[in-house]
Every structure is written in structure tokens, then in C-alpha cells.
């Protein structure tokens, strides 16, 4: 058990591990980040465009998210192990634009049109644990350390790392930056789209090669489209979003990017708010059982804060879990995982005892 001092320690270190990554990273991406055509404009006209845009997804009707095709997956074998193959996957994203004005700019970067992931099955198909990534994240050989892969294989499940669009092996030749998630939120708003289609698209292959079960958890970005994954794909055998994201808007503000006055910024926090109401979990009914949810964040998080977990659990109803740690400096995540794996355990989809 740690004592007062000891936590306080830690949540410092951690902390400041997540500040300085983040000032490190936005001196590294601040000469390719361009200001949206919103954030060009005065604090009236830029209102009056994230409500036209807001009329634009009204007009919908709660149709943006649409059911994609089977996807024809092509396996190439990376290795195979005893009684175990890892697998990587692709298959052409079926994702097309919902507004039609961003049709041509979302689809003009070829390597976003292919669709991936790395498996790791047993030779008998066991339920699957889709694990998805943060920002700037994807790379294969990297998520096999970031996330608790053999731990996961070991309670019995088969592990799927899956490649959010513009990142990993999609993302775009010569770019430092991904255009997703971007400073237009209509960009946005279709990468995680598209990120939902091909999630859909990878379960779908899942259960019909005959894993019996599929559940996501994914970290940052990645928890963000585990909660949103949540509240469309009502199948899912589990969701777990690790420290989450919950709202764009939120995160715009506290990245300095809203308004010049207090009250500028709660304007057009509540416009962006709107915007983005299509793909936000917290303006989306969840779907998964309660019972099958489980949020886990870090009390010193200075990346994706603590509040953002709680604002998805409140909405959610379902349990917090935290760590004493940051994003980076994961420290007391090990208890955390524990925790899923009882979870998991509880819902018959993993085996042995949460170790």
C-alpha cells in the first residue's frame, strides 16, 4: 500500500513525465499543424460556421454511421509459434465520406485505403481482445510492448492490435503528423468514422473464422474509440477504454485552442461540443451491457486528465478504475489489468485467475 507521500511522489513524476512529452511534441509538430479555417476566423464568424456545420449533421438524421461490407482479408504470416501463428491483416476500407465536400480531401491519401491489424491466435479459436492505440501510435512492434499482448494470450484469449486510419502502416508518406485527428472537425469526425467501419469490419471477419467472442480496450485515442466503439457495436463481448479520451471539444480547450476570453471560449467549446455530437460517446447512448464495461484512467494523466474518464463513466454508469501514475509513467497499472482480467474472467471470455 503506498502512503500519502509515496502517491504524491509518483502523480508528480508522472506528472511531469506527461508535460514535458507534451511540450516536446507540439514544438515537433507545431511547423506542420495548420490552423483549420475556423481557427483562422474572429470569435463571431468562427461560431457561425460550427453552426453550419452542426446543420450539416442535423440534416443526417442520426444516419452516420453505416453498416460496411465483408471485408476480404488477406493474411501474410509474420511467425509461426507452437500451437500459434501471428497473423497481419489487411483489407481494403470501405469507408466512404459522409458529407460529400470532404469526400475528396479524406480519400486523396492511398495509404489510408487499406485497413490493418496483427493477430495472435491459437491454433482453436478463442475469444478475441481488439486492442486499439493512441496517437501517433500503431506501429506494431511498439504496441506489442505498450500493451500486456502475452499476458492477455496467457488467460486464454487471441489478440488482435488494430490500426486506427492515418497511423501505423497507414500513415501518410512524408508526414510527421497525421491529418487525423486534425484541427477541422469535420475530419475528425469522418476519421472516426472510418475508424468504426473498419473496427466493424475486422469483428465481423472475427466471428465468422469462428472466434466466439470479440471485445475492444484501446489507450488515449484509442480509449476514445473503445467508448465510441461502445455505443454502435452492440456485440461486443467487452469494452474497456484505458485512459480515454471522452471529448474532443474538451481537449481543444485544454490544448489552448478555443477563444481568447473566458467567455469566448465557453461559446465555442459548446459549438465544437455540437459539431462533434456524431461521434462522441458522451452524446451516444451505450449499447454494450453495463456489466461488460469497465473504465480505467490515471489520477495524474496531464494528457487525456482524469476528467474525461470520469465524464464517461458518469455517463456510461459503469465502474472507474485508477491508477497513481500518468499516461506515460504507468505506474500502478499492473493492479489495473488485473482488475480487467477478473472482468473478463466474470464474463467467461478469459481464463486462470487475473494474474
Do not use: C
Not at 125 to 143: K, S, W
Not at 261 to 269: F, M
Not at 278 to 291: A, I, M, Q
Request: net charge positive.
Amino acid at each position: 500500500m503506498l502512503t500519502r507521500a509515496s502517491r504524491l511522489l509518483i502523480g508528480n513524476a508522472a506528472a511531469a513525465v506527461d508535460l514535458a512529452a507534451t511540450y516536446v511534441a507540439k514544438r515537433g509538430t507545431r511547423s506542420q499543424r495548420r490552423a483549420s479555417p475556423a481557427e483562422r476566423l474572429g470569435h463571431r464568424e468562427r461560431l457561425e460556421l460550427l453552426a453550419d456545420v452542426r446543420q450539416r449533421y442535423d440534416e443526417l438524421g442520426g444516419g452516420f454511421f453505416q453498416e460496411p461490407p465483408p471485408a476480404r482479408v488477406s493474411l501474410s504470416v509474420v511467425r509461426e509459434e507452437r500451437d500459434a501463428e501471428v497473423l497481419d491483416l489487411g483489407w481494403r476500407s470501405a469507408y466512404e465520406p459522409v458529407l460529400p465536400e470532404l469526400r475528396e480531401r479524406y480519400l486523396k491519401y492511398p495509404e489510408n485505403h487499406l485497413a490493418g491489424a496483427r493477430l495472435f491466435r491459437a491454433a482453436a479459436r478463442r475469444p478475441v481482445a481488439v486492442l486499439i492505440h493512441g496517437y501517433l501510435g500503431g506501429v506494431y512492434a511498439a504496441e506489442q510492448r505498450i500493451f500486456p499482448v502475452d499476458w492477455l494470450r496467457q488467460r486464454g484469449l487471441d489478440v488482435a492490435l488494430f490500426t486506427l486510419p492515418f497511423h501505423g502502416l497507414r500513415a501518410v508518406t512524408g508526414r510527421r503528423v497525421p491529418p487525423f485527428p486534425s484541427a477541422d472537425p469535420r475530419f475528425s469526425n469522418e476519421g472516426f468514422g472510418q475508424a468504426i467501419s473498419d473496427l466493424r469490419q475486422l469483428i465481423d471477419w472475427l466471428r465468422a473464422e469462428g472466434h466466439p467472442a470479440v471485445g475492444v480496450m484501446g489507450m488515449s485515442l484509442g480509449g476514445y474509440t473503445t467508448a465510441l466503439a461502445a455505443t454502435v457495436l452492440e456485440q461486443l463481448a467487452f469494452a474497456v477504454p484505458i485512459i480515454p479520451l471522452a471529448s474532443l471539444a474538451s481537449f481543444a480547450a485544454e490544448q489552448g485552442r478555443l477563444g481568447a476570453s473566458e467567455a469566448d471560449r465557453a461559446e465555442q467549446l459548446e459549438a465544437l461540443e455540437a459539431v462533434h455530437q456524431v461521434v462522441s460517446p458522451l452524446h451516444r447512448p451505450l449499447l454494450v451491457p453495463r456489466e461488460r464495461v469497465l473504465i480505467v484512467a490515471a489520477e495524474n494523466d496531464r494528457i487525456t486528465p482524469v476528467t474525461h474518464a470520469r465524464r464517461l463513466a458518469k455517463h456510461f454508469h459503469v465502474p472507474l478504475e485508477t491508477w497513481p501514475g500518468g499516461h506515460l509513467l504507468q505506474y500502478g497499472r499492473g493492479e489495473k489489468f488485473r482488475r480487467i482480467g477478473r472482468l473478463l474472467e466474470e464474463l467467461g471470455v478469459a481464463a486462470g485467475d487475473g494474474r
